[in-house]
């Protein structure tokens, strides 16, 4: 049992196995927005919404972001946002023992077991995430169309994610019910760790901080969006 | 370093508007770019890549045109008409009138319409459709940006002790915040050091927290508005420590700490009171102990019944033997009152205003039964100036609340808790007799009412002893209470008679308990005369077993043929007989008693 887990790194791996799948099916992108090392994520979202909207806008494609993992990898500015038509998407039935789907069935199972790493197995969001991915697990999605399985696997994240940000969150004078804590000053003078401590300085030596811990409000680069 | 969880997540460009083919199904997978991927050519906004993306959709562009009519639509209609008449004309024709005709025209008329009716529910059926397939697909974007954008928040390696080691700190800054904010903003230990601090809370300048005073003054506010008697010991020593000018923190804060213990148990035992008090209105002694039960014909037959019935409960049985006195009380008052009609309807049917005055003057009508009469304006204002005459005090409008409050059905329920404790042969002599029959036995101090009510469900006089107690217990809460009772002052009646063991001290109880009742009897006649007449003294009357109402006392002096010394003696819950001299011993061992 690892002793750290990365949730950005297996959000992104889950992205990327979706859009594989996708573009192996025989859908074609609607468009394709890369990374641009340096590039805030502001900037970065905004030309993914330009290029949406170009191609029916962002109702009528289902949007994945993903670093490649055979290119310079997670962290890097190699990676890209990429775009499918929702209706296509629906249209292509996966065929039976789909070795695609079954990748982005256990980059998805991958992440959730990094969310019970971190929260425990009977925290209620992530056994509710992991019920819904066990119901398409013995078939491989097969009979599913291609954007009701990229819908589930993307939607099944978000609570259990959610709960993992707000017990982060939780540990820090910023985070949520901030009412609720002594003063900041108090904990400081009762030996509470800094900030860099508590997050364990698990980011590797020379990495650029993610643009939120930066600065709360600052846009991120977009190899932080993926992390 | 500070991170935050985003409290909102940004927009993404676009995704807070529809695309400018929102409207209409999306085409734009059939004109899409080649995979890029897979033909591993730069996609839009790489280098080499075009400038502009492979497809653009003009801005503004309408969604869908609507269809244009097809050419000579007018005169297709009217051919169209005309096919449809002659072939209506022709089936009448064929079918002799029998079919076809005008009918046949609207009939398809009808179809028509139902057919297009049809064809537009599809189309908007799949526009419904095609609006929710765009709605998750935004939907599912919108997630997953924000699941981007949450992970965005967290290390990029992240333990599990990361969150639980905080979590643990924090929740102990939570205990101490909770302290502090309690405790006026003081630490525990700063809070221990106050309580030590002998300086008076009001002298000047001193270094004790003003949280103390304040906390305790508004304790005794907070007790003051729940009614809390003064007399209570909590109140009276948080108001003497609070105006004590030598008082220490500790000694207020002791103080203040026994008023909220206090509080709390008023509080839990009010609310166990009312719960119990509920529960038994429901149940079968509630129904039959309201004042319209207890006074209804037969109403004794029906709780007999009741208590005879093998189902009920052993509590509720001792509790509906103590309403058959009740009852019988009720029950006269109700004929009482019906006399007191009927007779003032013989009065005014037949007599003058002269008459019905003297009756208002002397308090036996009143000026509410007067006018419910049928009697007209003129006939009552006559009476009322004759009534003037006989008593020149006499007032109409304060005799008709006199008379209304008389009549009230909590009075009358109330004189019917009274008298059946004081008629004779009522609860109270019940006990007397009940108490006499087991001469100088000890009777074991049962000091909980539910042990009582267990007690009084057997045979022999001990039993009848308890079932005599609990019934003088119900009446006498009823009456102290004002209401229904609670177990609360049922509690009080039988502390009074369960710490007095011998035959006097029994004796005594009985007239204390005879006495508070008379008292409270008489408070509540006080100076209305119509409650004097209509609730007739109870000592006047008297409760015989197995007879409805009551009657009156029976005399005391023994009828021709009873032996001289007789007594008249009674068994409990028997009827009272004339025991001669030589039979009175085997009587008392049968546990019979002198009816007082």
Not at chain 1, 113 to 119: S, T
Not at chain 1, 131 to 155: E, R, Y
Not at chain 2, 317 to 339: C, F, G, H, M, S
Request: charged share 20%.
């Amino acid at each position: 049992m690892p002793e750290t887990v990365n949730l950005k790194k297996s959000y992104s791996a889950l992205n990327e196995k979706i859009a594989k799948l996708y573009d192996e099916s025989g859908v074609r992108r609607s468009f394709t927005v890369p990374y641009v090392e340096g590039q805030p994520m502001a900037d970065h979202v905004a030309a993914v919404g330009q290029a949406a909207q170009q191609n029916g806008g962002l109702t009528a494609n289902l949007v994945t972001s993903a670093h490649h993992s055979d290119g310079k990898g997670w962290g890097s500015g190699d990676g890209h946002t990429v775009g499918h038509p929702a209706e296509k998407l629906r249209q292509t039935i996966i065929p039976k023992d789909d070795e695609r789907a079954k990748a982005a069935i256990d980059a998805a199972q991958k992440h959730i077991n990094g969310l019970k790493f971190l929260l425990g197995d009977d925290e209620p969001t992530v056994q509710t995430a992991q019920g819904q991915l066990n119901l398409v697990k013995p078939t491989s999605g097969a009979g599913m169309n291609l954007f009701d399985l990229g819908v589930l696997l993307i939607n099944i994240m978000h609570t259990p994610t959610q709960a993992v940000a707000r017990a982060h969150s939780g540990t820090k004078p910023g985070g949520h019910s901030p009412n609720r804590r002594a003063p900041v000053q108090e904990e400081a003078q009762g030996g509470q760790e800094t900030q860099e401590t508590a997050q364990g300085g698990a980011e590797a030596p020379g990495e650029a901080p993610t643009a939120a811990q930066a600065a709360p409000g600052a846009p991120a680069a977009p190899e932080q969006a993926q992390g | 370093m500070a991170e935050t969880t985003p409290q909102s997540t940004p927009i993404v460009t676009g995704m807070d508007q529809p695309g400018p083919q929102a409207a209409a199904p999306s085409t734009m997978e059939s004109v899409a770019p080649p995979n890029l991927t897979q033909a591993g050519a730069p996609a839009y906004g790489e280098p080499g890549a075009a400038t502009q993306p492979s497809t653009t959709v003009p801005a503004g562009a309408p969604a869908a045109q609507p269809a244009a009519p097809p050419p000579h639509a007018k005169l297709l209609a009217m051919v169209q008409g005309l096919s449809e008449g002659l072939s209506a004309a022709a089936t009448s024709i064929s079918t002799h009138g029998r079919e076809g005709g005008a009918a046949q025209v609207q009939e398809m008329r009808q179809s028509r319409a139902a057919a297009q009716q049809r064809a537009m529910a599809a189309t908007q059926a799949q526009k419904d459709a095609e609006t929710r397939n765009k709605l998750m697909t935004a939907q599912t974007n919108e997630i997953n940006t924000k699941n981007i954008f949450n992970n965005a928040t967290l290390p990029d390696e992240i333990a599990k002790s990361h969150l639980q080691v905080s979590g643990e700190k924090q929740t102990q800054a939570i205990t101490g915040a909770d302290f502090q904010a309690a405790h006026g903003g003081m630490k525990p230990e700063e809070f221990s050091k106050q309580l030590d601090n002998t300086t008076p809370l009001t002298e000047q300048g001193n270094s004790v927290n003003p949280f103390f005073l304040n906390q305790g003054q508004s304790v005794l506010r907070a007790a003051q508005t729940a009614n809390i008697p003064p007399t209570n010991p909590a109140v009276k020593n948080l108001t003497d420590v609070l105006a004590d000018p030598k008082a220490t923190a500790k000694a207020v804060y002791m103080a203040t700490t026994q008023m909220q213990a206090e509080q709390d148990r008023q509080a839990k035992a009010t609310e166990q009171r009312t719960k119990q008090e509920t529960a038994e209105a429901g149940g079968i002694v509630g129904k039959l102990s309201t004042p319209e039960a207890l006074a209804a014909p037969g109403a004794q037959a029906a709780i007999q019944a009741r208590i005879d019935d093998p189902n009920t409960s052993v509590a509720d049985v001792t509790r509906l033997r103590t309403l058959l006195p009740q009852a019988a009380v009720a029950q006269l008052n109700a004929e009482n009152i019906k006399a007191r009609e009927a007779r003032n309807q013989q009065l005014v049917n037949q007599g003058t205003p002269e008459t019905a005055g003297r009756l208002l003057a002397d308090r036996s009508l009143t000026l509410t039964e007067l006018k419910s009469r049928q009697v007209t304006p003129k006939f009552i204002a006559d009476a009322i100036v004759a009534a003037q005459k006989f008593d020149p005090t006499y007032k109409a409008a304060e005799a008709e609340a006199q008379g209304r409050i008389a009549a009230s059905p909590a009075n009358s329920q109330f004189f019917g808790n009274t008298d059946s404790l004081l008629v004779r042969g009522g609860t109270l002599d019940q006990l007397g007799a009940a108490y006499k029959a087991l001469g100088n036995t000890e009777i074991p101090v049962i000091n909980k009412l539910d042990n009582l009510r267990k007690a009084a469900v057997g045979s022999g006089p001990l039993a009848a002893a308890y079932a005599a107690q609990l019934g003088v217990a119900d009446d006498y809460s009823k009456v102290m209470s004002g209401g229904t009772g609670s177990d609360t002052s049922r509690q009080q009646a039988l502390d009074i008679m369960s710490v007095n063991l011998s035959p006097e001290a029994r004796d005594a109880a009985i007239n204390q308990i005879r006495s508070a009742v008379t008292s409270q009897r008489n408070g509540r006649v006080g100076t209305n005369p119509y409650m004097k007449d209509m609730y007739p003294d109870p000592s006047r009357r008297q409760e015989t077993p197995g007879q409805s109402g009551t009657q009156s006392a029976a005399p005391r002096t023994p009828p021709t043929g009873v032996p001289a010394g007789s007594k008249l003696m009674q068994v409990p819950g028997g009827q009272p007989h004339w025991i001669s001299p030589d039979k009175i011993p085997a009587a008392q061992k049968l546990g019979a008693t002198e009816v007082q």
